[in-house]
């Protein structure tokens, strides 16, 4: 049986509707959630800016990625903000954050060394003879 005409939950309706009807809405608010951190010098983290515009999951706001390239530019801009904050602060909590996203924490040494050849010298005894 079908679901009645209208039903939210209805298979094929989008759901929710949009928290942000347009890429300049949305930047607003992001602006508003830096603002908020700088004033009371409050860590900006991924959570908590998806806190901030109303999200309730850290899905919510990957998921404004898929809307379009605006809103990928805005969300991705947003997270790159998140992760500078912890790298100027350089605490062992910020590296240990960093390294959840993405970052590698070793160093790599080239043991190859390469060494010209040296050339045949060939040593003769008194007699002549190799």
């Known amino acids: 049986m079908a679901a009645p005409l209208g039903n939210k939950f209805a298979l094929g309706n989008s759901g929710k509707p949009s928290k942000y009807d347009s890429p300049k809405e949305l930047m607003g608010k992001v602006n508003e959630f830096f603002e908020h951190c700088l004033e009371d010098k409050e860590k ?6 998806a806190l901030y515009l109303g999200f309730c999951t850290r899905k919510s706001l ?4 898929n809307k379009s390239e605006e809103y990928l530019y ?11 904050s912890y790298e100027l602060n350089g605490q ?17 040494v080239d043991h190859n060394v390469n060494i010209p050849s040296l050339p045949i010298i060939q040593i003769r005894t008194k007699n002549g003879s190799n």
């Open 62 to 65: 990957d998921d404004y990625e």
């Open 44 to 49: 900006a983290t991924i959570t908590g800016l």
């Open 74 to 84: 805005i969300i991705k801009r947003s997270k790159l903000a998140v992760e500078h």
């Open 92 to 108: 062992t909590i910020d590296i240990f954050t960093l390294k959840n996203m993405g970052w590698i924490d070793k160093s790599e």
